[in-house]
Every structure is written in C-alpha cells, then in structure tokens.
C-alpha cells in the first residue's frame, strides 16, 4: 500500500509541475509575440518585381524541439481508443508553432518585412514504441532588409 501512495503522490507531482511549466511557456510567448508585433510575417510571396536593388534579402529560420510529457502519452493513448482529436498534443504543437515563429523573429529584428513563411515538422520517436518522444518544428521565411 505504501509503494502504490508514492506512486500516486509522484504521478500528482508529476501533473502539477508539467502544467506549470506549460503555463509559464504560454505566458513567455505571449509576452515575447506583443514585444515583436510590429514585426509583421505573411506567408504570402513578394513579387520578384517589387524589390528594388537597395535591399537585402535573407533566409530566416527559427526551429524548436518540445518532448511530449508521459501525462500527454497517456491521454493520447486513451483518446486512441474512441478517436477524435488530441487535445494534449494540440497544444504541444500550438506552443512549437508559436515559439518557432518567435524564434525566427527574434532571429531577424531588424528586418523590415518578412514574406514566404513556411514550416516543417518532424516527430522523433524514443524507443521501440510508437509514441511520438518529442516534436521539432522548423519556420523559415524570406526577410527583406531595407
């Protein structure tokens, strides 16, 4: 009995700090995102025609790498069972998106316009198992310098 009490007070522990950590990563994004709202990102492409010989034009990239919590793994492998969406892992991914962007942002301050935004992602799988272990996503865009 006193083994499963430990077990249970662990997994408890385990849920609150991850909220936690989760919650304050929110709250650093949308911090950071208000600091750099004036930076305005498009996925939209810039004509080749209008861009004068003044400027500077680079790649950008921001990229990000979040682990699922075993808490997550366990939602999701009971939602499995009755189908639907996966909430826990929508917000894992809405965080990776968000600080991707920021990341690239962050990357390019001084940058007057930033076009072409695209992402890509990959899962990195631990062990044997089908779990996804954690997520990476890479945001890249074009920044023009004037």
Do not use: W
Not at 11 to 39: C, D, M, P
Not at 53 to 67: D, E, P, Q, R
Not at 119 to 133: L, M, N, W
């Amino acid at each position: 009995m006193f083994e499963l009490t430990i077990i249970l007070a662990l997994t408890i522990v385990g849920y609150v700090v991850g909220q936690r950590k989760e919650k304050r990563h929110y709250q650093s994004i949308i911090k950071r995102e208000a600091a750099l709202i004036n930076l305005v990102t498009t996925n939209k492409k810039k004509p080749l025609m209008a861009i004068d010989g003044n400027v500077t034009v680079k790649l950008v990239t921001g990229s990000v790498c979040i682990s699922v919590d075993y808490f997550k793994q366990i939602v999701a492998g009971l939602r499995a069972f009755v189908g639907g969406n996966i909430r826990s892992y929508e917000t894992l991914l809405d965080r990776a998106r968000r600080e991707a962007i920021l990341r690239l942002k962050e990357s390019c301050t001084d940058a007057s316009e930033i076009y072409n935004l695209r992402f890509e992602t990959s899962s990195i799988y631990k062990g044997s198992g089908k779990q996804i272990g954690s997520v990476e996503i890479l945001a890249f865009a074009t920044a023009i310098y004037k």
